[in-house]
């Protein structure tokens, strides 16, 4: 199933290992086992969850998305490591943040469809757990509860950024 057919992401050298009902109760392990992320989901909700999602592979150098792309997914870190780069005013990629295990990007995009804010680009081998926009709309179409309550966790990790980004801004402000 590594065919690019099946590959909602657009870049090749991701592999598919699985996906859907088929592979649902090896993500919904994974995704148990990705730390705090999903604490406030039971059992049965991760393995709804799971069944609308792939299981990627990714070897270093990948680029996941591109700065600028439209955002048609979000992903979960499983293992390896991720860096995360903005250009600067003269073009120059600067490295905005390092995600590792259990870590999640592409969210806002996933949401509200807007380009991408930065490029992520593999940094040690991956695997990601895959939620695309298209399955998360299914899923606000067949499972509202669980939708609200996947809208909830982003909104959670969101506000969290926003406030470690807030106090990096305030300690910036304070040493220029």
């Known amino acids: ?90 073009g120059e990629r600067k490295v905005v943040a390092v995600m590792n295990h259990g870590k999640t990007m592409g969210e806002m995009a996933m949401v509200d469809g807007e380009p991408r804010s930065a490029t992520a680009v593999v940094s040690k081998a991956v695997l990601l757990v895959v939620l695309t926009r298209e399955k998360f709309l299914q899923i606000s179409l067949e499972k509202p509860a669980l939708a609200t309550k996947i809208l909830l966790l982003v909104a959670r990790m969101l506000s969290q950024r926003l406030r470690h980004t807030s106090g990096e801004l305030v300690d910036y402000i304070e040493t220029h």
Not at 28 to 48: C, D, H, N
Not at 54 to 70: C, K, M, N, S, W
Not at 71 to 76: I, K
């Open 1 to 90: 199933m590594t065919s690019s057919n099946h590959n909602p992401l657009a870049f090749s050298s991701l592999e598919l290992l699985g996906a859907g009902e088929a592979y649902r109760d090896k993500i919904a392990t994974l995704l148990e086992s990705s730390g705090y992320l999903f604490r406030e989901f039971e059992w049965p909700q991760i393995q709804m969850l799971a069944g609308y999602m792939g299981l990627y592979r990714a070897p270093q150098g990948v680029t996941i998305f591109r700065e600028g792309d439209r955002g048609e997914y979000m992903c979960v870190l499983i293992e390896g490591e991720l860096e995360m780069y903005k250009e600067d005013s003269h």
